[in-house]
């Protein structure tokens, strides 16, 4: 995963400032890896999750520029998340379901590590939008969004691993979603379904990042208010960040992916 | 009060012709840059101030928690979505959370 290959850029630190900075931030990095763990009721040696978060340091050292002017662990933070994440996955403890009381629990923590994809800010101890949004409104904002976030990955799992007898448990959120603009759809579909992060999106769809992020979290937020409100809250339109997006929708698209999955089961 | 308004002959008048451009003189001297003070305070910018983004912190864990525990109670039921998946989406949400937030952290 991560290429043992120092940076030869003269402005990156020398191998004995790098050494420097891992000493330093040793026990911080640990301490990352062992939220992880501690979260999916994992153990954070035994797993591997201390070696990948000390490979991951080690890599951000020896690539750190103090030139940029960007504090190490704002650098370092999602790296290290993400190495601790992967190993955690990779570990015979995540397959074998090792620690996890029941099957809900497992099914959790399936979904929960789809969530940093997602929301990738979580890596960074951010809750998204918090640029945006101060307080306890904000922060309750927040949870709103993962809250959403999280129904709609477990429905796509669900869907993936349901019978036909227990379709109808995940047909709701579905139903909902198959009546968004085209638009909507195609970027719930690229985000949840095929994995894509929201920056890769943005690049497909020749805009900025911003804007598919301000998609995202307008979706997100009517979902939530037409589940929590009910069923008189109005549709959101694409807003002009995307609106170039509509023109160059395929006629299957045009269509709206969901609503095809409904109809057809495939997209 | 002078009468000279009135008088035509006092009125200013038109441009007869211009005689040539004065030629510029040479430089005399330039004063030496003055150096610039320090800077003696700085006032607030306007509306638009960029909020300083905030690491969740361990101390704040179970307030977290909780607020996700009270949302929840309002995204799933009777007219939200299917109580069955409740448990998982809501654990799910509070395991990302917990493994966002590091216990040695600078907050």
Known sequence: ?267 | MSDGIKDKKNRVGGILGSSGVRRASSVRDVEEVKKTGEISRVERTGKSQRKITRLMSAAEREKLFQMINEEAEKLFGENGLPKEQREIVENAVRMAIDASIAEDEDV
């Open chain 1, 1 to 267: 995963m991560l290429d043992d290959n120092p940076s030869k850029d003269s402005s990156g630190l020398d191998i004995e400032a790098a050494n420097e900075l891992v000493l330093e931030h040793r026990g911080w990095s640990e301490s990352i890896a062992k939220s992880v763990a501690r979260s999916w009721n994992m153990d954070w040696k035994l797993d591997g999750l201390d070696g990948a978060a000390l490979e991951a340091l080690i890599f951000c050292a020896r690539r750190f520029n103090p030139g940029l002017g960007v504090p190490f662990r704002g650098y370092a933070r999602k790296r290290i998340h993400e190495a601790s994440t992967e190993a955690a996955r990779r570990s015979r403890g995540w397959t074998r379901g090792a620690g996890s009381k029941t099957r809900t629990e497992r099914l959790a923590r399936e979904v929960s590590a789809e969530l940093f994809n997602v929301f990738p800010e979580l890596r960074s101890g951010i809750l998204p939008g918090a640029e945006e949004e101060a307080g306890s409104q904000g922060t309750r904002i927040a949870i709103q969004q993962l809250l959403i976030g999280a129904s709609v990955i477990a429905t796509r799992q669900g869907l993936d691993a349901a019978g036909p007898d227990d379709t109808l448990d995940f047909k709701k959120m579905v139903s909902t979603m198959a009546k968004l603009e085209a638009v909507h759809q195609l970027l719930l579909w690229k985000i949840y379904w095929e994995g894509n992060s929201l920056r890769r999106l943005a690049g497909e769809w020749k805009t900025d990042e911003l804007n598919v992020i301000r998609e995202h979290k307008v979706i997100v937020e009517f979902l939530h208010k037409h589940f929590t409100r009910g069923r008189n809250i109005k549709f959101p339109r694409v807003r002009p960040g995307l609106r170039h997006v509509i023109g160059n929708l395929t006629e299957k698209q045009e269509k709206g992916v969901f609503a095809t999955f409904l109809e057809t089961g495939e997209a």
